[in-house]
């Protein structure tokens, strides 16, 4: 049975918490959330997604409380 986390989603300009449920994929809570991640590189406590890892839950990857989950921008070389 999958528990309730408090995720701070959104990106470098916004943020909101939610709650979720562990055996959520962290893609469905970007995608419930209406955060466009296909032009950013996102991370999840600080550190950059691997390849594959936005289809894992939050259980699979080892969350249990509360994490952070952010679509930082990438921007564009001038």
């Given at each position: 049975?999958?528990?309730?986390?408090?995720?701070?989603?959104?990106?470098?300009?916004?943020?909101?918490?939610?709650?979720?449920?562990?055996?959520?994929?962290?893609?469905?809570?970007?995608?419930?959330?209406?955060?466009n991640y296909?032009?950013?590189?996102?991370?999840?406590?600080?550190?950059?997604?691997?390849?594959?890892?936005?289809?894992?839950?939050?259980?699979?990857?080892?969350?249990t409380e509360?994490?952070?989950?952010?679509?930082?921008?990438?921007?564009?070389?001038?």
């Open positions: 049975m999958s528990k309730m986390i408090t995720v701070k989603v959104g990106s470098n300009m916004k943020r909101e918490d939610v709650l979720v449920p562990s055996s959520k994929t962290l893609r469905e809570v970007l995608d419930e959330n209406r955060v296909t032009r950013s590189q996102v991370h999840l406590d600080g550190a950059p997604l691997q390849p594959g890892d936005m289809d894992k839950t939050f259980d699979a990857i080892g969350i509360s994490c952070y989950l952010i679509a930082v921008l990438k921007t564009d070389n001038a």
